[in-house]
């Protein structure tokens, strides 16, 4: 089997890692799969190659496995997203690559997984790496695997790009470091909020020993080990993923784990995947999770990373669950700041992150402008970026309400 046969192979299985190409703010929708195209649309694409129908690089890039993903700075490059090996001796639940399903499996070779993106790169075909695997003769072994895909890339073939390596479960603390010494980002995928809610979802994993320790030790190794030992002189960023839907969990279940790995742990970010059922898999009759709760866990963890909230402040309904019908800012606006609106011209940073319609960059501009003015009507905001649809029910300007504040409501 060549190179080429083998990422196609692999593309659908990568497809159900959440990563850098998958934003989380705009509202969701049903048909896009984790990669950002319809599970139809990767079907078509990927009969057109076999077919030797296809017109565009776009496609091609597609049924490789690579799609348009934005870095932490906001940069967007092609970024291959792809595993070591589909074959796995776990057998998790809802998982399309577990052991026992009936499937063609394709596996690399460290160098020939080196030498393979490296001719893509060089070729302007991809820009990044993304390497994931599913777990061979256990994970320490595959998490070596791993490791010398990207040392032969990293100083043999000396490419300086971009790389998001995967901890594989069960991993040692001095391949965690080795990991973090050669990569941008590396992740390790919790699945599931906690031990109870892991044991309905991939039985023969081990919440604590398995998956939250090694995003541990990555924190140990940042704070107490110089930047100057990670990759280009900086450690790398840190990520996870949960599963959402598939095992009964509720969203307070969810959100507590991921404060604590914002707060103690400074995770990057969370994602979040909507439980679809996989055929031959013991969850295939299970029903899809509504992806707009993937959406509302997006927009609060990012209240909890970027706005200052805490999880007592999200609007949890009696069973732990968001609303779906409402973002959970505007929710808390509602019950905190109807009666007491927020001054604009005087509020503090704090203050100003908790008002609808106003997020890092409004608040900066926002500081900014009152140092020479005072903010005297809705225009002014919108002018500085506000969504003043958003805001206007829950500020003051000057110490007025916004005209025509009600019809906003």
Known sequence: MDAKTKLELLADNAAFE?????????????????????????????EQIQAGSASTL??????????????PGGKTIALLKTMLTSACERDCYYCPFRA???????TFKPEEMAKTFNELQRSHIAEGLFLSSGVAG??????DRLIDSIDILR?????????????MPGSERDQVQRAMQLSDRISINLEAPNTRRLAD????????????RPLQWAEEIRKTQPAHLGWQGKWPSLTTQFVVGAVGEND??????TAYLIKKLRLARTYFSAFNPVRDTPLENHTPENPWREHRLYQSSFLLRDYGFDLEDMPFTQAGFLPLDVDPKIAWARQNLVETPIELNRADRRELLRVPGIGPKGVEAILVARRTSI????????????????????????????SWQLSLW
């Open 375 to 402: 903010l005297r009507e809705l225009k002014d905001l919108k002018a500085l970026g506000v969504i003043v649809a958003r805001a206007a029910p829950f500020v003051l300007l000057n110490g007025q309400r916004p």
């Open 100 to 106: 026992g399903r009936d499937y063609r499996r394709a």
């Open 201 to 212: 979802l991939a039985p023969h994993k081990v919440f604590l020993e398995e998956l939250l």
């Open 18 to 46: 959440s990563a850098e190409e998958k934003r989380g703010e705009a509202p969701p929708s049903n048909s896009a799969a984790a990669c950002g195209h319809s599970p139809l649309e990767l079907k078509r694409a990927y």
């Open 138 to 143: 256990g994970g320490v072994r595959t998490q």
């Open 58 to 71: 776009e496609t091609k890039k597609n049924s490789l496995g690579i799609h348009h993903a934005q870095m």
């Open 252 to 257: 307070l279940e969810i959100l507590s784990t």
């Open 155 to 167: 100083n043999k073939l000396n490419y300086r790009g971009y790389v998001h390596l995967k901890i």
